[in-house]
């Protein structure tokens, strides 16, 4: 039940092609006026897509390949792995009869792996 909510929240009922931010894919507010449409949400996005497409033009990386620090790779794999402990605990208790407490408690621990994914924003590489 909780995933559909998470789900349906995510994925905008009233905005089935929701504009997001080429750099940080953060959503972009509702465009009002005419004109182009926003591709970045900040001048600091618009930035780091620029010295990010500068980069790879210089290492003639295709469109689909990217140069990824070495650390914010790590620190994402270290973050899915805790999230998948996370979701295999979850899964596992759920199984079972569970008090409201213990269904809060598992509920907690995979808010608090998951969050840090939720809120992550990844850098360009330096
Ligand atoms: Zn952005």
Redesign the pocket.
Known sequence: MTENVVASECEGSEAPAERR?R??R?PLPERTGRGRPRE???QR?RQWDWVSRQRARELALSDGELVMARTELDALHDDLYVLECAVADTRRDLDHDMTKAELRDALRWLLDAASPLADRKLAAAG
């Open positions: 931010c750099w940080c953060f970045f949400c900040s996005c």
